[in-house]
């Protein structure tokens, strides 16, 4: 505790500041405890507290005593510093200041037996006890033995960064019960003329997971949705409104998908590019009531299903002409229905032009703020823009402004134009973010890029969204936009996909962003008519190893595959397709892979047939193992997983490769998985 921190008087001799702490380090195994832990008191959580510097003896810490009258805040408390929720009182004299605030806190646990272990993280300036119903866990910077409400802490917390520094401890389970549980807390000084004191506490707990009905289809067991939920890292999927399972809720036949992905379709529209899309959502036949709503509800028991907190929702700022884009409040009704603790982050598009106002982007925003489904970070609305840089940071703090003026707290989680960090880049906008993000770029390299940029973001204070895309293929053509259409980023199947997502682990992000789960335009992961749920098992099995901090351990043999239909090199009918070829706009160039990617639970041989073409690989352990051989056109890729000579699984391509093609198709096709009821 330091006089420069509180900007008060110097402490004077009559009850002398302990000497300096010599400080407890955390412990080693506290990070990796927390990280595969449920939260059950979180950190900015709600205290009840008695500042009166009265003697409570002590019955206060029991679980039945009546704590009714004492105040109430939210963390972290005390007084004397800049950053505190909740300013405590500490009597009358500054120089004879109270010795003691007594805290308390109640959680709920489902089932204690299936705790293993707790872990304390504390805040503590000076000295602290921590009592679970009534039984001491944890005691930092305080004697042994009995003490009293003036029994001062034998060291002073002297630094800043002592004072905020996490005090982590691994405690028993044992006074744990089911139901209802009191965590009480005694904060002692050091001396009476202390300068500042603080208080701050987490408590997670190691769980037996539950079964999650889910595991089924995937070749791990998936934690439960409120194990993963409870983690302090969250996954969000951009939803693209504009490409939903349906536009109008026709026949799959002949609804307006099947005119986008067919080169005649719409009156030829798209024949010079062998139509607009070459994927689809999975189909469904015409359904009665509220389609549109049931839609929604399917694609967010997906995402439930592949462990995601919400989606990332583009909304336009105004009346769209296309009715698909103004289906805000359906979507918020549909997570709402589906579960209320799956949330919509807003992502509100907004005038690009100079000098443009964003009077319409607050009223938009204002319209939704209430709703309970619409995400929130430490109780402000959450906007995460698309393409924020087309307007200044000026912009951006008048729409805040004007949302406070409304009685609406906002704070910001952009998509930055994508560049590789420094010190100073976007540093304008460290006061108005909660966390930094960017849209990216899709090939394999950029996940280091991204990696820095956590790094770069936790320096400044803040917090890291990181993307990761399975790829970006843009077979349509714009002539006004000639640099964005007609262009594919290489992903090499599986490789970019797979380290993003393990560069947002190995960088410690706080979010990941899965861009995009619908633009079926460029990017899109969400179940669909040529890739099934390949993608999605894919992210279930990353989610679960960013949000645990443990790579999932696979217990059921799983095969997935990804190539393309042709070469990127392949003859196409210049007759037909007579807009330009498909350029290569990042990544590395003629990359043509039959990938085979194989979640084994024990070792052996994987193969790739392709007519005469065999290929074998002999994996010795038991994980995730990525195994790639050339295409060969003219073929059907035939995989299989072999032990003691034996074909445990095998798996052929739906997607022919073929040697010459009419249209152009850069998209990678997928398959494989596990039989399962899905969402």
Partial sequence: ???????????????????????????????????????????????????????LGSAWSAPGYNDAAWAEGAAPLGYGEPDLATTVSYGSNANSKHITTYLRTRFTVEDASRVSELLVRLQRD????????????????????AVGYRTLAPATISLPAEETTWMEQVVSPAALVTGTNVLAVEVHQSAANTSDMRFELELSATAAPDANPMSACYPFDMPTTSVLRAARKKVFGFYYPIYPISLENKDPSVDFWSSWLDPEGRNGEYRSVGGLMRDRPLPRPPWTGNWRQ????????????????????????????NDA???LKTMLAAALAVDPEFHIVLSPDFPVKAGDVPDPVATAVAAVANHPSVYRHNGAIVLASFGVNRQPVSYWATLRNQLSAMGIATTYWPFLDYAAPTTTLYSDWNDMVAGYS?????????????????VEAHRRGRMWMSPVAFEDVRHRFDEARVNSTRVY??????????????????????????????????????????????????IAYYTAWFKTGQRPTILRDTLYYTHRRHRTDAPFDATKQNAPPMALKGGPSGWNQVELLAFLKEPGRLVITQGTD??????????????????????????????????????????????????????????????????
């Avoid at 049931?294 to 002409?321: M, N, Q, W």
């Avoid at 960017?438 to 956590?454: F, I, K, L, N, Y």
């Fill in 294 to 321: 049931r839609d929604f509800e399917t694609e967010v028991r997906r995402a439930i299903a592949a462990g995601l907190d919400g989606f990332i929702y583009e909304h336009p700022y105004k009346v769209s002409s």
């Fill in 1 to 55: 505790m330091s006089v420069s921190c509180a900007g008060g008087p110097e402490e004077t001799a009559a009850e002398t500041e302990a000497p300096a702490a010599a400080a407890e380090a955390p412990g080693p195994r506290a990070r990796a405890a927390s990280s595969l832990a449920t939260v059950l008191v979180a950190a900015g959580a709600p205290w009840r507290y008695q500042d009166t510097g009265a003697d």
């Fill in 489 to 538: 980023w290489e992903a090499q199947n599986s490789l970019a996909f797979r380290t993003q997502f393990e560069k947002a682990i190995e960088g410690d992000a706080d979010w990941v962003s899965l861009l995009t789960m619908t633009d079926y335009c460029e990017s899109w992961m969400t179940a669909s008519q040529e890739r099934g749920y390949v993608i999605m098992d894919w």
């Fill in 325 to 327: 884009n103004n289906q």
């Fill in 438 to 454: 960017t849209w990216g770029s899709r090939p394999a390299s950029s996940g280091e890029t991204m990696r820095r940029w956590s």
């Fill in 126 to 145: 000076d000295g602290a006890i921590v009592y679970l119903n009534g039984a001491e866990v944890f005691r930092s910077n305080m004697p042994t033995g």
């Fill in 614 to 679: 065999v290929r074998t690989l002999d994996v010795t352990s038991a994980g995730v193992t990525p195994f790639s051989v050339p295409l060969v056109p003219g073929t059907t890729p035939v995989f299989e997983l072999q032990r003691n000579g034996q074909t445990v699984q095998r798996l052929v391509s739906k997607t022919p490769i073929v040697a010459q093609t009419v249209y152009q198709d850069m998209m990678y096709h997928a398959g494989g998985g596990r039989e399962c009821t899905r969402p």
